[in-house]
């Protein structure tokens, strides 16, 4: 009988498939390099002047003048030495990171190129993307907190509506306050619906969702069609202003980004570190997470698998629901049929995107906020790239981002799957 | 096992199929059925609710009737409105049956549409029997190659299908809303986004037109017939349909039965797509004779409830098809007759699905209709 | 503290899982169930930890009735479980999971793991069950993955602990671990139950048996007296044997022959890491191992599901180190995935369309695209007698089977083409006696056709019974070779615990 030496389980040294996606970034990396060094340095005059003050701020900083050809020649020079550098060595971990360096790069270097020779308001721009990152983020949270207990929350659409709609026609009888808990409280009975159909009645809960969006859909248009069409006055709600908070709103660039937003950029913004701290730092949190993931561990210990279903599909609707008030109580003031123009499956991207995280979720949030505020701005620059392939932007991003860095990204073990008792 | 005789006899019994478990006349027809009546009984409460007198809500159930299947012109309404709603919901079917969840018909079509309005004001001076089937199979190739596109990342990459189709819908949505304020698909002349008109040689030629001139039923819907056939065909009958079903039952399994699962999501994709944009092609060639922005109405959403709805089967999808189409033409007959908004036509249709896919649920409101009680 | 069960009976639909079962279970002794698969055990402990409600019967605790509406009633009773497969979040850490539903918290409900942790090394201390409260359980091994089961009932303070099929992932020497913690638990006056199909097993632990069959207690036994015949005969209700009866090998040409193969789990480490080994026409090589060795990835690795990254396979003389799946199935390999449910049918689809799940494009089956559905019911038919497959008609869906059934229909798929090598993994993970001694024959019957095969199991039993020879993997290699005449159990065991013998 023969025996051989017993080495433990060693990591592996052959690294194929990972060298080769190295080989990939730095190859994509150069190409990028190419591209800015060509499409950018070599078609670029004078200075872009990015104005970092706005008008009623109260401490004025100097403008931030680049120039731009010298300035992309300089990003290319970085991309190209990234991209070698990955080439040759490959990053290990850092890959990804240096991959989403070089992109920033890449869009200040774009930035740069448009503004040439004019000035562009970089703090406007900022504060705006926060502002239409505001639904995207909320929706993606809402799919957070329902698929991290396995409910698959194709809903969230319909849910931003029913708010939206909530908001304006509540907020309109009864004020702005009273708009949004109607707003709050119309999106958690929609998933509570959302919960009672998938829990209890399992409905395949695409299905579901699917239901959800076009009843909402139908109801709003209806009642807007039928009703608000006729009395305009209940489709006439004040909007939330801007609340400066004392002495940080006077900080430069930071403070109009941050510190002078309204209602709904706090609340979004408080409600993804409150879900964070639920999901990852309390006893519940980790039980919603356990029904997510393995659901019959959680049932053999105690947990109420339909119980914990039901309460978070139900809190991801109210937060949608905060969300929708966002298209009336906080931008326009009134509602209109299919306002929300596909932002909560933007928000679902998000969610995905974002790594079933609720920070995550806001991060991708604000990539599509920015592309979003950035296609308005540059509208303004007229530069000869039509505006519609501009706004295209941010999707492709999101397609190549998805497909080359986390395009594996996991999802609750038990995602989708109904839990069947017996 | 030594007589081969016995053998035989036992094989033979095992070829018999269960009907009993095939047919369920409650499942089958009295939960549908139901599941539409107290859908539009809900309907009449959102319309009481809205202030609208009961009068005036028999009048609207009465236009919806009249509307849709009350005449030769309702009836040819609801066939045209049904076929892109079919075409769409059978690629999304497919999508299913191979467990891929294509939310990108909308942009599928539209770009299948833009793809057939393309060639169909092109090609002059071609006879029809070639032009329509070139504009045709336009439509199908522009939205199979934009399905693809899903179902290439998802192969090499794993990109959630989900993610990527959202967004090739809004691409697909800037796109056509680019070509058609620019040359050569804008309409010379014109400012506004509409693309040039369709050639008279690559229309689908209206059917009923001896009867009415009006009639605007169209070639489309032998479209639609085939395709059904053709679906149910690949699915049930081919072994590209087998593997179809089998990645989308048990994708491990399928996967060490030795089937290329790469391979099956893109042909799924593309297939799907193609659909998809024969919807679009249906829609500029047979009903608008040309392309404008929000030409498809919604069309790719609409079909993922009529894939839900008709439980991914070619049948099930063509009759959800005709339902959703028979709403759709009494809805406008309704807000023209009674003066209520089409926009409860989608109420219905939701509350439609949701009984549908929740029998359970239309036992428990209406338990005496059954004679199996609610319970395990 | 003693628990009663007084007349239990459950049903599933029309399915009696229990029906009337009396038992006790005392504290300060280890108490045996016996019965094979399906015979009702799994769903009467089930009843006792809560999980199901039995429809007739009652529980008494120290005499009184209990009523348990759900798992937490069970556990807040002392009530304990680890189940066969185990309950454990996979991307939760070890102390995560001890605490889930009975978490130490601070002020906002705020998860105290500090605790968490201090408590899983505390009770880890105390019971000689030493983990790292930070692993992931998703990374650590399954015999560490039991010791976190373990420790999640002691840490409930549970006085009763039942074990359902404790010892099938285990190494011989791990099962004796095992038991030493089963004894010293004991002695500490816990009561155990102990639920397996293991007849050495539970002779050797228990202080008292059961026996259920068909869900009812069809004898009890003493373990001091009673035989390993006497209890098998009470659990499959007629005498069974233990050997496979089989000819002398007559091996014919080399069939399969692997140098130096080297292959990546998922995780991108090592897990097979050097192989090297032969197969000849006729003959049966059994490959035994405690699960996670490497057995997983060198059977995918021979079927083409998962890339080598080192070294050759060689199939009657031609290099097939690269082909595809369909390839090696196209050249007369065979393949019973190891799980069933996941890999090797599909439980929506029908009995004939499982039947031909790697086979619907064969001639026999197929023309082009067209599939030849008459065709693939009637050799369905055929097959489905002659394998004996129980079942009603050949449109009946594969999950509606028995998991004997299941397995025989996949046995039955792989064997009733013309092949040359059979690779059957766990052939018999989960079946009842019947279909094992079954399965057993069918693939000695192939090899006595001239048919190569490899078994891969991790039931000793089973690689003893069936092989001609017997390679033993531990951390990705093959560690020893024995001739099955010769092989003893200790000789194995140590084998598969990595000691050089």
């Known amino acids: 009988m023969a025996m051989t030496d017993t080495a433990p389980l060693a990591k592996a040294d052959i690294e194929l498939a990972r060298r080769r996606q190295k080989k990939i970034n730095g190859v994509i990396l150069l190409c990028l390099a190419a591209f800015v060094a060509l499409a950018f340095g070599a078609t670029s005059e004078g200075d872009a002047v990015f104005r970092l003050t706005l008008p009623r701020d109260a401490v004025k900083i100097p403008n931030l003048v680049l120039p731009a050809a010298p300035y992309a020649y300089i990003v290319a020079a970085l991309l190209a030495f990234f991209g070698i550098r990955q080439f040759l060595r490959g990053g290990g971990r850092s890959t990804n990171v240096f991959l989403g360096i070089g992109l920033l790069l890449v869009v200040t270097a774009f930035l740069a190129w448009a503004t040439a020779g004019k000035s562009f308001s970089l703090t406007g721009m900022l504060e705006s993307t926060l502002v239409r990152a505001v639904p995207i983020a909320l929706g993606g949270l809402a799919g957070v907190l329902s698929e991290r207990v396995a409910v698959v929350n194709i809903a969230i659409e319909g849910m931003l509506l029913a708010g939206a709609f909530a908001g304006a026609l509540i907020g309109s009888v009864m004020g702005g306050v009273i708009g949004i808990v109607g707003a709050v409280a119309i999106g958690g009975l929609f998933g509570f619906i959302l919960a009672a159909l998938v829990v209890t009645h399992r409905v395949d809960q695409i299905i579901a969702g699917v239901a959800i969006n076009l009843f909402v859909l139908g109801l709003t248009s209806y009642v807007s069609s039928q009703v608000l069409t006729e009395y305009t006055w209940l489709n006439n709600a004040p909007v939330f202003r801007p609340i400066e908070i004392p002495f940080l709103s006077d900080l430069p660039v930071v403070g109009p980004v941050l510190f002078r937003q309204n209602l709904f950029v706090y609340g979004a913004l408080i409600m993804v570190l409150v879900a964070t701290y639920y999901l990852f730092h309390t006893r519940t949190g980790l039980r919603a997470r356990a029904v997510g993931e393995h659901p019959e561990a959680a049932d053999t210990l105690g947990i109420n698998v339909y119980r914990t279903r039901y309460i978070n599909v139900t809190l991801a609707g109210m937060v949608a629901g905060f969300g929708g008030a966002w298209f009336t109580l906080g931008s326009v003031g009134r509602f209109d049929e299919g306002m929300t123009g596909g932002r909560g499956f933007i928000g679902l991207a998000a969610m995905i995107f974002g790594r079933w995280h609720p920070v995550g979720a806001l991060m991708a949030a604000l990539v599509f906020g920015f592309a979003d505020s950035l296609q308005q701005k540059l509208a303004i620059l007229q530069t000869p790239i039509p505006s519609e392939f501009l706004a295209m932007a941010p999707y492709i991003a999101t397609i190549v981002l998805v497909a080359g860095l986390i395009g594996r990204a996991r999802p609750p073990a038990a995602d989708g799957q109904p839990y069947i008792k017996e | 096992m030594s007589e081969p005789g016995k053998l035989d006899a036992i094989s033979s019994d095992l070829l018999k199929r269960a009907v009993a478990d095939r047919f369920n006349g409650e499942e089958m027809i009295l939960v549908p059925v139901l599941s539409v009546v107290l859908a539009l009984a809900i309907g009449a409460i959102v319309m009481l609710a809205t202030g609208v007198g009961f009068g005036s809500i028999g009048q609207s159930y009465l236009a919806l009737f009249t509307g849709s299947v009350g005449s030769v012109n309702a009836i040819s309404e609801t066939l045209t409105a049904a076929a892109p709603l079919t075409l769409a919901g059978l690629g999304i079917a497919l999508g299913f049956r191979a467990g891929l969840f294509n939310i990108g018909a909308e942009g599928q079509l539209i770009l299948g549409g833009i793809a057939a309005v393309a060639v169909g004001f092109a090609l002059t001076d071609t006879p029809a029997w070639i032009h329509l089937p070139l504009a045709l199979l336009a439509g199908a190739l522009a939205g199979a190659a934009w399905a693809a596109i899903a179902g290439w990342l998802k192969a090499a990459t794993g990109a959630h299908e989900v993610i990527t189709t959202i967004m090739l819908n809004l691409i697909a949505l800037r796109l056509v809303d680019y070509l058609l304020r620019n040359p050569p698909i804008q309409k010379p002349g014109r400012a506004d986004p509409i693309s040039q008109s369709v050639l008279p040689s690559a229309e689908l030629p209206r059917l009923l037109t001896w009867i009415d001139p009006n009639l605007r039923v169209h070639a489309g819907i032998l479209l639609v017939v085939a395709a059904v056939a053709i679906v149910y065909w690949l699915l049930f009958r081919t072994t590209k349909g087998f593997e179809f079903r089998a990645a989308g039952a048990n994708p491990d399994a399928a996967r060490y039965a030795g089937m290329r699962s790469g391979l099956i999501i893109v042909l799924v994709m593309a297939t799907a797509g193609a659909l998809a944009g024969l919807a679009g092609a249906n829609q500029v060639l047979g009903v608008l004779g040309r392309a404008s922005p929000g030409f498809s109405g919604g069309a790719g959403f609409d079909a993922i409830a009529v894939a839900l709805l008709g439980r991914s089967h070619p049948v099930g999808v063509l009759l959800a098809g005709l339902l959703f189409g028979a709403l759709q033409a009494g809805g406008r007959e309704m807000q023209v007759a009674a003066g209520v908004s089409i926009d409860l036509i989608s109420i219905i249709q939701a509350l439609v699905i949701v009984f549908m896919a929740a029998p359970t649920l239309v036992r428990a409101t209406i338990p005496w209709v059954f004679t199996k009680q609610v319970g395990r | ?501």
């Open chain 3, 1 to 501: 503290m003693d628990i009663e069960l007084r007349g239990i009976t459950k049903r599933f639909g029309p399915v009696v899982a229990n029906s009337d079962v009396n038992l006790t279970i005392r504290s300060g002794e280890i108490f045996g169930l016996l019965g094979e698969n399906g015979a009702g055990k799994s769903t009467l402990m089930n009843v006792l930890s809560g999980l199901y409600r039995p429809d007739e019967g009652e529980i008494l605790i120290d005499g009184k009735p209990v009523r348990f509406e759900g798992a937490g009633d069970a556990i807040r009773a002392g009530i304990g479980m680890v189940h066969q497969h185990f309950m454990l979040v996979p991307v939760f850490t070890v102390a995560e999971n001890v605490v889930l539903g009975v978490e130490p918290t601070g002020r906002l409900d705020h998860l105290d793991l500090k605790t968490a942790r201090r408590q899983v090394r505390e009770i880890g201390a105390q019971h000689g069950l030493v983990v790292d409260p930070d692993a992931i359980i998703e990374e650590v091994p399954v015999g560490i993955q039991q010791r976190v089961e373990i420790i999640k009932v002691l840490f409930r303070s549970a006085d009763v602990l039942i074990f359902d099929e404790p010892t099938a992932v285990l190494t011989p020497q791990e099962v004796e671990d095992f038991f030493g913690i089963v004894r010293s638990l004991r002695d500490a006056g816990k009561a155990l139950v102990f639920i397996t199909h293991k007849l050495f097993e539970i002779l050797e632990v228990a202080d008292r048996i059961s026996v259920l069959r068909g869900g009812k207690i069809v004898g009890e036994g003493d373990p001091k007296t009673a035989t390993e015949a006497d209890l098998a005969e009470m659990m499959v209700g007629r005498p069974v044997s233990f050997t496979v009866d089989k000819a002398p090998k007559a091996p014919g040409p080399a069939l399969l022959e692997i140098s130096d193969l080297k292959v990546l789990n998922d995780r991108h480490e090592v897990a097979v890491d050097n192989v090297s080994l032969n197969v000849r026409a006729g003959e049966i090589v059994g490959i035994a191992g405690v699960q996670g060795n490497g057995q997983t990835e060198l059977v995918e690795a021979l079927t083409g599901l998962r890339p080598t990254v080192g070294g050759a396979i060689t199939f009657l003389g031609e290099d097939v180190t690269r082909a595809s799946t369909r390839d090696l199935h196209a050249r007369g390999i065979a393949h019973v995935p190891e799980d069933r449910q996941r890999d090797g049918l599909i439980e929506d689809f029908t009995i004939a369309e499982n039947m031909v799940l790697d086979s619907y494009y064969d001639d026999r089956f197929s023309t082009g695209l067209n599939m030849h559905w008459q065709k693939v019911h009637e050799e369905t038919a055929r097959i489905v007698t002659e394998f004996d497959v129980r079942t009603s008609s050949v449109f009946d869906l594969a999950g509606h089977l028995s998991g004997g059934n299941q397995q025989k229909l996949v046995v039955a798929r792989e064997l009733s083409r013309e092949i040359k090598l059979l690779i059957a993994s766990q052939p018999t993970r989960g079946v009842d006696v019947g279909s094992i001694e079954y399965i057993h024959e069918r693939i000695v019957a192939a090899r006595d056709a001239g048919v190569g095969v490899i078994v891969v199991s991790t039931e000793l039993d089973e690689i003893r019974g069936l092989s001609d020879r017997i390679l033993v993997m531990f951390r990705g290699r093959v560690v020893a070779e024995f001739d099955s005449a010769s092989a003893t159990v200790a000789q194995l065991g140590l084998a598969m615990a990595g000691a050089a013998a």
